[in-house]
């Protein structure tokens, strides 16, 4: 079975502090999908990220950066300088190959940033 | 604003009411989804439609009953409720279910059963 685990419920950071989102996830399967939302206070989840189960470059998109590390199952997530508009819960997931909308998430991290 | 609307975002019922949720996707997409967002509680997948044929029921309760009439609109049909059921209702769309694509979703519909 799959399981996306994400340990930090809440995390409160001051501005400009750079703090990292933990996943770990489980899967027996070699190919899958892993994914990052985020979900403002208006409650839509806003899709940040996919990466595919065969490509471990970490990535960097403006303040942000995914670190994929398929020995540890863990694929964690950075904002550097953080803003309190990145104040919002984050949700890690996982899908299998050909189950594209079947997303198991993780519990989320509520991030707080503090003026 | 995003591609996917939910109405309502507010909706209050008793156990004996019969309500709906309604899911509008203005993306040309080919799949639609409701997810369940408890508190303390991952999102859960209830069901998914691929060109309005639903293609997944995750053991909802009959209680919970969903309707696609076309592959831009998404119903979840409510009645006989349980407190429990109290949670987000998240639709979401996708370009097809196959695809591994990202999933683009609603801003929710917040119910609350008393």
């Known amino acids: 079975a799959q399981k996306v685990t994400q340990a930090q419920t809440e995390i409160s950071v001051v501005e400009k502090e750079d703090v990292t989102l933990d996943c770990v996830y489980e899967?027996?399967?070699?190919?899958?999908?892993l994914f990052w939302y985020k979900q403002p206070p208006s409650g839509e989840l806003v899709f940040l990220i996919r990466?595919?189960?065969?490509?471990?470059q970490n990535e960097i998109s403006g303040r942000y950066s995914w670190n994929f590390q398929k020995s540890t199952s863990s694929f964690n997530f950075t904002i550097t300088a953080s803003q309190v508009v990145d104040s919002a819960v984050y949700f890690c997931?996982?899908?299998?190959?050909?189950?594209?909308?079947?997303?198991?998430f993780g519990q989320g991290t509520e991030l707080s940033v503090k003026p | 604003e995003t591609g996917v609307t939910q109405t309502p975002r507010h909706l209050v019922m008793g156990m004996t009411n019969k309500k709906s949720l309604k899911c509008e996707q203005h993306?040309?997409?080919?799949?639609m989804y409701w997810y369940k967002q408890s508190a303390k509680k991952p999102l859960e997948l209830m069901f998914v439609?691929?060109?309005?044929?639903?293609?997944e029921n995750n053991s909802v309760p009959s209680r919970f009953s969903p309707e696609c009439p076309n592959s831009s609109h998404l119903f979840l049909h409510l009645h006989t409720l349980q407190p429990e059921d109290s949670a987000l209702y998240l639709c979401?769309?996708?370009?097809?279910?196959?695809?591994?694509?990202?999933?683009?979703f609603g801003e929710g519909s917040r119910l609350t059963v008393l």
């Open positions: 979401a769309s996708s370009q097809d279910p196959g695809q591994n694509g990202e999933l683009f």
């Open positions: 899967t027996r399967d070699t190919t899958y999908y």
């Open positions: 990466r595919n189960s065969f490509d471990e």
């Open positions: 997931a996982l899908t299998l190959y050909n189950q594209g909308g079947k997303l198991i």
């Open positions: 993306l040309g997409h080919n799949a």
């Open positions: 439609y691929s060109l309005e044929e639903r293609v």
